[in-house]
């Protein structure tokens, strides 16, 4: 949120708190980046224009010309002026009048209303104790009632719709559903439309007088920037809403709408969407949402989300009532050599065919081979599934579905990291529950009936523990996000773990996953939830793994400072290096006596350096002139 903007406001802040002395020339320097930034982040013009000049003005007065600190003055000037820009003080929601309170959500299609209007819902009920009515009148987007239906079941508010029909009548017709029911809260979700389309402006003065709801929203999406506030200003003038709520604040806002629209409109923003979820939705705090901007931080926001999902007496009253529980494969081999048990294992449980899944670059460097030679040998069927991408998608889950249905496997064999495995859980579980064939549904903790597919759990990094766990993450490319699911009827029925398989896989990725293994650890050791068993795991691997691959973590530098090359590639390219004239520039008043290794990393950070005085305007002649001086 605001990153640009903020990194911006930061850099030029920076400059005037190392100001002695706040002069004419240096604040309006300083001023012109801060312009500069406004009008990047899409704010208004004008409002840009008054930001700066009320800025101006109040920090080439006396009283900051004669700070001791005139650096944090200014910093505090800017701070008030975001503040009053953005409309100064929090809007509280009108709840007071005769039961039932409306809400009327209004806007352009896909600003995000059938949405909020549950987030909104959602947030009356919990924060105000309100019992809330969802009213579906958006009659003209198609599954836009069925969308909202969704929506209130998944938080258990009601949803009046009518199907088909006039908007207005609807809207009347669940206000007065509300009324004779007992709902002291209303919340309309019309249809997108846009400005200029009069007939459908006219239906909404038309629904607004016949139900004059307490509050009607305009949602804007904030991604679109002082576009927004264009289509805000048409919209107040035609409809005289009372507020603003602004969708996806949590994607790649460059913070014109939200700067821009209380001093346009002269209309405050009430509420924020945060995220996909229903729960996240923030009420608009002009003063936090400066302390972002200028990169100070939220903590009073950040302390209220903690005590809404944590309180310390609640936590402790549950830990006493919680039973210890682990849940465990059937059958665990570790060690050497610890495949060549697959086949005993598929064999004594009289499996007759295997559906492996592995990803393909297992396959194309020969890993997965390890494991199908030894079921070769043993004359065990098996067929490949490897439509398998690094963070799964659901696509990947539902071809792998249909591919193991063709197969007639009757066990899954999963080979590689974390994405093989929750690809192969998925798969399972879907096998036997076909009632979650969305995948969707699997998000969270799915009440799944049946235990999924024989799982024999093959491991190539040490990170994930997906071979012995209950979790797995899939991704939903549609939505952008990833959805973790817990399921103990997921977990594999035989976790195989052999070192020669993690060995097999490149160095720097080997050292990288035994490094997440640790830190596993440690929050293993660490969470409020551990116990004596859980300890005695998890301090273990601790001790182990800080003992005795203290290697890999050099591995893990090299890797990442170098990449993945060969000595001769180093060899050549440090010869290169040598010759550029940017390296010799900046070598000239430096010596270095690196290992050859380290010797190409610092020479690279010497090109950077050659580039940044060659900018500079300084040249080999006057570096050497000055050695010469020096000498003399």
């Known amino acids: 949120m605001f990153s640009q903007l903020t990194d911006s406001l930061e850099s030029t802040l920076k400059n005037l708190r190392g100001q002695g002395k706040l002069t004419e020339e240096n604040v309006a320097e300083s001023l012109r980046e801060v312009r500069r930034a406004f009008l990047e982040a899409d704010v208004n013009f004008n409002v840009t224009r008054d930001f700066v000049k009320s800025v101006k003005e109040k920090a080439l007065g006396s009283d900051v010309l004669l700070s001791v600190t005139p650096?944090?003055?200014?910093?505090?000037?800017?701070?008030?002026?975001?503040?009053?820009?953005?409309?100064?003080?929090?809007?509280?929601v009108s709840l007071t009048g005769q039961a039932p309170i409306g809400i009327m959500m209004v806007g352009l299609q896909g600003s995000g209303k059938t949405t909020f209007a549950g987030k909104i819902a959602l947030y009356m009920r919990s924060k105000k104790k309100r019992k809330p009515l969802l009213v579906a009148a958006d009659v003209y987007r198609p599954a836009a009632i069925k969308q909202l239906q969704v929506l209130g079941k998944s938080i258990g508010i009601p949803v009046?719709?009518?199907?088909?029909?006039?908007?207005?009548?609807?809207?009347?017709?669940?206000?007065?559903?509300?009324?004779?029911?007992?709902?002291?809260l209303v919340i309309y979700d019309t249809a997108g439309r846009l400005q200029i389309d009069e007939e459908l402006m006219v239906e909404l003065e038309q629904a607004s007088a016949a139900v004059k709801p307490n509050e009607i929203f305009f949602v804007a999406d904030a991604m679109i920037g002082q576009e927004a506030v264009n289509v805000a200003e048409t919209f107040f003038n035609r409809l005289n809403f009372t507020g603003v709520c602004l969708s996806k604040m949590d994607g790649d806002t460059r913070g014109g709408a939200a700067l821009s629209i209380k001093k346009m409109t002269g209309v405050p923003i009430c509420f924020v969407g945060l995220g996909e979820k229903l729960s996240d939705i923030d009420v608009f705090h002009p003063d936090r949402m400066a302390n972002r901007i200028l990169g100070m931080g939220d903590i009073v926001s950040l302390v209220e989300r903690a005590q809404e999902v944590f309180d310390e007496k609640t936590a402790l009253e549950m830990e006493k009532k919680m039973a210890n529980r682990f849940v465990l494969n059937e059958t665990s081999y570790h060690g050497k050599g610890a495949i060549n048990e697959i086949a005993t294992e598929i064999k004594?449980?009289?499996?007759?065919?295997?559906?492996?899944?592995?990803?393909?670059?297992?396959?194309?460097?020969?890993v997965t081979t390890k494991v199908t030679d030894i079921l070769d040998k043993a004359e065990i069927p098996y067929e490949i599934y490897s439509n398998i991408k690094p963070n799964p998608t659901i696509e990947n889950v539902q071809t792998g579905v249909e591919a193991f249905k063709k197969s007639g496997a009757d066990c899954i064999v999963a080979i590689g990291g974390g994405s093989s495995m929750d690809t192969a859980k998925a798969i399972g579980i879907i096998i036997t529950n076909p009632e979650f064939a969305d995948v969707r549904s699997l998000e969270g903790v799915a009440p799944t009936k049946n235990p999924c597919v024989?799982?024999?759990?093959?491991?190539?990094?040490?990170g994930t523990a997906a071979?012995?766990?209950?979790?797995?993450?899939?991704?939903?490319?549609?939505?952008?996000?990833?959805?973790?699911?817990?399921?103990?009827?997921?977990?594999?029925?035989?976790?195989?773990?052999?070192?020669?398989?993690m060995a097999s896989m490149p160095k720097g990725l080997t050292a990288f996953t035994g490094m997440?293994?640790?830190?596993?650890?440690?929050?293993?050791?660490?969470?409020?939830?551990?116990w004596e068993l859980s300890d005695m795991f998890h301090f273990k691997a601790i001790q182990l793994i800080s003992q005795k691959e203290r290697p890999l973590v050099h591995s893990a530098k090299v890797y990442y400072l170098y990449g993945d090359v060969t000595d001769e590639q180093v060899e050549k390219e440090i010869e290169r290096m040598k010759q550029t004239p940017e390296v010799k520039l900046a070598k000239k008043d430096e010596q270095i006596r690196y290992r050859r290794r380290q010797y190409l990393y610092c020479l690279r950070q010497y090109e950077k350096k050659g580039k940044a005085l060659m900018e500079a305007g300084i040249t080999m002649e006057m570096l050497e002139k000055m050695d010469n001086e020096s000498e003399d």
């Open 71 to 92: 650096g944090q003055q200014i910093v505090k000037i800017i701070h008030d002026e975001l503040v009053n820009t953005m409309g100064g003080e929090t809007k509280e």
């Open 160 to 184: 009046y719709e009518e199907g088909q029909g006039n908007p207005v009548e609807i809207i009347k017709h669940g206000y007065e559903y509300a009324k004779e029911n007992g709902y002291d």
């Open 348 to 366: 004594a449980r009289a499996f007759k065919k295997a559906f492996v899944c592995s990803d393909p670059d297992l396959i194309k460097f020969g």
């Open 454 to 462: 024989p799982i024999i759990a093959v491991p190539t990094t040490a």
């Open 467 to 501: 071979e012995v766990t209950i979790n797995y993450v899939i991704t939903d490319v549609e939505k952008d996000r990833k959805m973790v699911c817990v399921d103990v009827h997921d977990i594999p029925v035989v976790a195989v773990v052999d070192s020669e398989m």
């Open 516 to 530: 997440d293994a640790l830190t596993h650890a440690i929050e293993g050791y660490t969470t409020r939830g551990a």
